[in-house]
């Protein structure tokens, strides 16, 4: 059975969104790994952006839903959002929308996938779609949602 690198297990998203800038940094950041380099110079190529950190479920072994996170459930602003993408894009390859949040509950989640695919970042999304309505369907239809 192969084994998944990093590389590998991103590779659809280096070869429908590489540039010369994105292709340097993701060989500068895995020669810095293999290498084992305590400072590293290269940025991130996968960045993981928790659009909320609200959850409609109450699962029993998951801090967010229980409330037991220590923060106060809010979403991230636009324009935090916005800041973030454009800061990474021009070296990144793709954006993770979830973490420890449901991501559907943001009311702008689908403008933020299509903003993020505009700067030529792959999307993929995470959701227990335990409450979706036909409007959250067709947004993740339109969204250009990629994974």
Request: some cysteine.
């Amino acid at each position: 059975m192969p084994q998944y690198t990093r590389t590998s297990r991103h590779l659809n998203s280096v070869l429908r969104h590489s540039t010369p800038r994105k292709l340097w940094n993701l060989l500068r950041v895995e020669t810095e790994y293999r290498l084992r380099r305590t400072v590293v110079r290269g940025l991130p190529y996968v960045l993981i952006v928790d659009p909320t950190n609200v959850c409609n479920l109450r699962c029993p072994l998951c801090p967010t839903g229980l409330g037991q996170g220590g923060r106060k459930g809010q979403m991230m602003p636009w324009e935090t959002f916005t800041r973030a993408i454009d800061t990474l894009a021009p070296w990144a390859y793709e954006v993770n929308l979830y973490n420890w949040g449901e991501s559907i509950l943001h009311p702008h989640i689908w403008e933020m996938i299509r903003y993020a695919g505009s700067k030529n970042l792959a999307t993929s999304m995470s959701a227990n779609l335990n409450d979706v309505s036909n409007g959250a369907i067709e947004g993740i239809v339109a969204s250009g949602l990629e994974n």
